[in-house]
């Protein structure tokens, strides 16, 4: 499987792995791919004791940091969600003045529907364990996103940043280059590649409509080879849908240099999602997992929920652009993740999470490295029996 850029990042395989969780990118880079943190919903504090123990846990190789510096959400323009000179926080009131009460109100009744209850009164917003802190406004501005970046760039194992929903900043692709550090960024459609090259971003991600998380809506089988023609020489990973060494195998037979894959790390054994989600995970068919924008205000591929479903009906006032849905969910997501530790709470029936149409193959829980030695061996077989059909050819003409 080796493609240039396992010589350009000193890694085995060219598999990337997208987690939240520290343990599975540790555990990815450890097995020779290369491991990713997504940071969004960690403030910079917990991004550097995250990537502090990274760095004590791959004993001096190569992982990276992604963030969320979105090309457009509200009050972009206006140029709200930077952050402050000085304390270097992000003002979160003035967004939090733009959700309007009716929004409010329509998930005061969903929660009421499925018995949520209010949050206890001991208890602080956020403090559930399952990434809802604060305001909600997490890493979703330019603002939040610099913050990581200063933070990820301290740290010298971190060899790859990556940015989601457009290119970053040109300072902040200058910056990383600066520091030794390549800059890939997803895209779901080839014009988007096109500015992304332009930008300066080395690696370019082609992520089909398949993906968990936020996505377009063009196949990969389509997108990959007219990104990889758009943008050549400069390399190309091929997302969204990989989950086997079958499916990488394809995305590089379409041209890519290598893989970058998300929901196959959801189920892992190092993976700190909650048995519940597991388990609807593991029950789930890829027609669950449905394009919504009740997560983020952007559509993104999410498992099929009461939730999801709710933001779908009739009477529903419509979802926020970004970063105000997150924000006006994100109380109501603790709220939710809480009620349903209880046995049989019919807040369950709202719990979901990002997971693309790959969710029919999770089937079980494996550790990170043997998904790592599952896709080489399936790639190995898949490559060699298509050998197998030039060599009868060969024979054949022969
Ligand atoms: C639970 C989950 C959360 C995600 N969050 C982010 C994110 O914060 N930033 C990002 O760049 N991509 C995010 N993604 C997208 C992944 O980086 C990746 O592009 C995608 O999962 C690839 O497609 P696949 O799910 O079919 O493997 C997320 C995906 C999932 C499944």
Redesign the pocket.
Same mark, same amino acid.
């Not at 398949?210 to 936020?214: D, L, N, R």
């Not at 997302?239 to 989950?243: Q, R, V």
């Given at each position: 499987m080796r493609t240039d850029l396992c010589d350009l990042f000193g890694i085995d395989v060219p598999i990337f792995a997208?987690s #939240?969780c520290r343990d599975v990118v540790a555990a990815v880079t450890n097995a020779g791919g290369l491991g990713v943190l997504?940071a !969004?919903a960690f403030s910079p504090e917990q991004l550097e004791l995250e990537c502090r123990w990274i760095d004590d846990h791959v004993d001096g190789k190569p992982y990276g940091v992604?963030t %969320?510096m979105p090309m457009s959400y509200a009050g972009k323009d206006e140029g709200l969600g930077k952050s402050d000179a000085e304390t270097g926080k992000v003002d979160a009131s003035v967004f939090q003045q733009m959700i309007p009460e009716e929004t409010k109100q329509w998930i005061e009744r969903v929660l009421e529907e499925y018995e949520v209850p209010p949050l206890p009164d001991d208890l602080e917003f956020g403090d559930s364990g399952v990434g809802g802190g604060g305001t909600g406004l997490l890493g979703w501005t330019e603002g939040g996103g610099r913050n990581h970046v200063d933070v990820a760039l301290r740290h010298a194992g971190v060899k790859l940043l %990556?940015n /989601?929903l457009g290119p970053p900043p040109k300072d902040i692709i200058d910056l990383a280059h600066a520091h030794g550090v390549k800059v890939a960024a !997803?895209t779901g459609a080839v014009e988007h590649a096109q500015r992304q090259k332009q930008a300066g971003v080395d690696i370019i $991600?082609a *992520?089909g409509t398949? /993906?968990? @998380? #936020?996505t377009g809506e063009i196949g990969s089988m389509v997108l990959i080879p007219d990104i990889v023609e758009a943008v050549a020489p400069t390399p190309v990973l091929g /997302?969204?849908? $990989? /989950?086997s060494g079958r499916q990488a195998a394809a995305a590089m037979a379409l041209g890519a240099s290598g893989v970058?894959? @998300?929901? =196959?790390w !959801?189920t892992v054994r190092e993976a700190d999602i909650s048995p519940l989600v597991k388990e609807k995970l593991f029950s789930a068919r890829p027609k669950d997992a449905v394009r919504s924008r009740s997560l983020s205000g952007k559509p993104a591929r999410l498992l099929r929920t009461a939730w999801t479903e709710a933001w779908e009906r009739e009477e529903c006032p419509g979802t926020l652009p970004m970063p105000l849905q997150y924000m006006v969910c994100s109380e109501a997501q603790t709220r939710i993740n809480l009620a349903a530790r209880k046995e049989g709470a019919k807040a369950r029936e709202l719990v979901g999470?990002?997971?693309? *149409? =790959?969710v029919g193959r999770l089937t079980q829980e494996v550790s990170s490295a043997d998904v790592i030695y599952q896709f080489i061996d399936e790639f190995i077989e898949t490559v060699d029996r298509l050998r197998q059909t030039l060599d009868a050819a060969n024979t054949e003409q022969a």
């Open positions: 997208f #939240h997504g !969004l992604d %969320v %990556v /989601a !997803l $991600i *992520q398949e /993906a968990g @998380g #936020h /997302a969204g849908g $990989i /989950a970058w894959t @998300g929901s =196959v !959801l999470m990002p997971v693309g *149409q =790959v």
